[in-house]
C-alpha cells in the first residue's frame, strides 16, 4: 500500500551511506541532516547538497548555523533542545526553520524561534529503553487541531505501520530509525 503526502522528512546522519538515486519524486522531500558523532568532510558534505539540488530535494542542517551558510542549505532543523531566541532572525533572512517538540511547551518555543512547522515524536511505540510512551493517531489529531503551525509526526513509524499514516490528520510526515535500517522499503512506499 502506498501512502500519499504532500511532504516526505527523513533523517539522514551519514551522507555516504544514503542513496539519493532511491528518491524519484521531486520537491517531495525533504532530508534532514542530523550527524553529532563523526565528522564528514565539508566538501564530501558540499556534494550531497549539490546532489540533493540537482534532484529537488530540500536539504536541511540540524542546530548549525555555521553549516547551514557553508551548505547553502535550504533550512535549519532545530532540535526539541535547543533553545536559543535568536535563530529566528534565520527565518527573516530566508531559510525555513523546522523545529522539533516531544510536548505543548516546546511547541510554543519553536513558534517564538519562527518555526513554520514542527516535527512532534513520538506518534507510535518505539522499541528504545529510555523513550516511553507515546500518542497515539487519535491523540496526535487532537494537539494538531489545536496547533497553531503545521505538526509532522515523528516516531515508531516503520513498514509494519505506515499505513496507519493515513488517518493521521497532518499535510507530511518524518522517518528516523526506518530509514537507518532499511530506506529503500520505505522509500518505494510513498508517493
Do not use: W
Not at 66 to 82: E, P
Not at 125 to 143: E, P, Q, S
Not at 144 to 167: A, H, Q, T
Not at 170 to 179: H, K, P, R, T, V
Amino acid at each position: 500500500m502506498f501512502i500519499y503526502k504532500k511532504k516526505y522528512y527523513l533523517f539522514v546522519e551519514n551522507t555516504r551511506k544514503f542513496n539519493l538515486n532511491l528518491i524519484k519524486k521531486r520537491n517531495k522531500f525533504h532530508i534532514i541532516y542530523r550527524n553529532n558523532n563523526t565528522k564528514e568532510k565539508l566538501l564530501d558534505l558540499i556534494n550531497f547538497r549539490n546532489n540533493c539540488k540537482k534532484k529537488g530535494i530540500h536539504f536541511y542542517v540540524a542546530n548549525n548555523t555555521v553549516l547551514l551558510s557553508r551548505l547553502r542549505a535550504d533550512g535549519l532543523y532545530i532540535s526539541a533542545y535547543n533553545n536559543n531566541l535568536l535563530l529566528n532572525i534565520f527565518s527573516r533572512i530566508g531559510y525555513k526553520l523546522i523545529g522539533s517538540a516531544h510536548n505543548l511547551k516546546e511547541v510554543d518555543i519553536k513558534v517564538k524561534q519562527g518555526c513554520r512547522e514542527i516535527i512532534y515524536s513520538r506518534l507510535f511505540k518505539t522499541n528504545y529503553n529510555y523513550k516511553k510512551g507515546h500518542l497515539g493517531v487519535n491523540k496526535f489529531n487532537m494537539v494538531s487541531i489545536r496547533s497553531k503551525v503545521e505538526l509532522v509526526p515523528l516516531g515508531g513509524i516503520n513498514k509494519d505501520n505506515l499505513s496507519k499514516v493515513k488517518s493521521v490528520r497532518c499535510n507530511s510526515f518524518a522517518c528516523l530509525s526506518a530509514i537507518k535500517k532499511k530506506p529503500a522499503k520505505i522509500i518505494n512506499r510513498l508517493f
